[in-house]
């Protein structure tokens, strides 16, 4: 799939799909008038640009269309921080790399031994 970010409303969308594990532009739209009252026809419009964006699967069943992720949100965020990665490191060099570094302190002592656990293991796999 081609690196594509979604919008905030987007997110929220694919958010509830991926916490149902699958559902209907009713469903969506139900739960997002918790929060905002918000059209069908929005939420329907979204939905759509999911499916052609390649986040989603249409199902149709008798007259109802549900919907899934296509992937899970943990292969989306992995996919995201990734791209933004490499975009920091390609536009900015040693400098983002010793600003990251910098960073590491302000980091928890379980998520700082995590990151050096991984760099260790990456740097075995080479």
Known sequence: MAQKTLSNLEQKVMNFIWLKKG????????????EKKIAYTT???I???????????KRQLGKTNF??????????????ADSF????VGS????????????LDDLSEDKRRYLLNLLA???KNK
Do not use: H, M, P, W
């Open 92 to 103: 900015f060099g040693d400098v983002a790399i010793a600003s990251f570094a910098e960073g």
């Open 43 to 45: 939420v329907a419009t």
């Open 121 to 123: 293991k990456n740097e």
């Open 67 to 80: 919907y899934k992720a296509k992937f899970g949100k943990e292969t989306y965020t992995k996919r995201i």
């Open 47 to 57: 939905v759509k640009r999911l499916e052609n964006k390649g986040f989603i699967l």
């Open 23 to 34: 559902c209907c532009v009713r469903e969506v739209v139900d739960e997002l008038n918790k």
């Open 85 to 88: 990665i490499k975009r920091f």
